[in-house]
């Protein structure tokens, strides 16, 4: 074989190594410089009201850095009968029930305005998707209930074998006229993210202390 052709050769195989590696690559600098920027933020749990990419919809956001590995986080997150223990005067049931057409039927309660208001719905959670090396999406939409549409996305990113990074999206729309509704659970549903990430971090980790994650950690 010349020289010319080994060289070629030489580079095909290379960039295909490339290309299979940049996924798992490109992934694990995103969940690492989420753990780091959470680590580093000085707070236990961050949270925000925000429109995720692809809605249209203001959904409360949380997440948070959990010293456990990623199956300990999706065990929790799929155990969805404990919801109601995260925060129990907002949550006040989650319930799995029977449903049709595959996935887990969950029914759930969710009391806004200080108990004046109980909202009441199923959400149907899928399997877990991935989107991408040590990225996976759990994700519950609206079948039936008082409310125009509710949703939960968790996003669980593995940083290493030990640490994993927990997000929480929850979109409830009340069934009432206006945007006045929407605009006051805000709050609410900031602070429902925040304690759902909250009760699957003390449960996956076994405590509820905070556990910063370095590079050098692993």
Request: glycine fraction near 8%; include cysteine; aromatic fraction near 8%.
């Amino acid at each position: 074989m010349s020289i010319a052709r080994t060289v070629r050769a030489f580079l095909t195989v290379s960039t295909l190594a490339l290309c299979a590696l940049a996924p798992a690559t490109a992934n694990a600098t995103q969940a690492e410089a989420d753990a780091v920027r959470i680590s580093t933020s000085g707070q236990h749990t961050l949270k925000w009201t925000w429109t995720p990419p692809g809605k249209t919809d203001r959904y409360g956001h949380a997440e948070a850095i959990i010293n456990a590995p990623i199956a300990d986080v999706r065990k929790q997150v799929q155990n969805f009968g404990q919801y109601k223990d995260f925060a129990p005067k907002r949550f006040t049931l989650s319930k799995v029930v029977p449903g049709t057409g595959g996935g887990t039927n969950v029914k759930m309660e969710f009391s806004v305005l200080r108990g004046l208001l109980k909202l009441n719905f199923i959400e149907k959670f899928a399997a877990p998707r991935a989107s991408g090396a040590g990225l996976e999406v759990i994700e519950g939409k609206f079948v039936s209930g008082n409310v125009k549409d509710a949703n939960v996305i968790w996003t669980l990113e593995q940083v290493d074998d030990a640490f994993t990074v927990l997000k929480c999206d929850v979109l409830i729309k009340p069934d009432l006229p206006g945007d006045y509704a929407q605009a006051a659970i805000d709050e609410e549903l900031r602070d429902a993210s925040q304690q759902a990430v909250d009760g699957v971090h003390i449960r996956a980790q076994g405590h509820g202390r905070f556990v910063q994650w370095s590079p050098n950690k692993g």
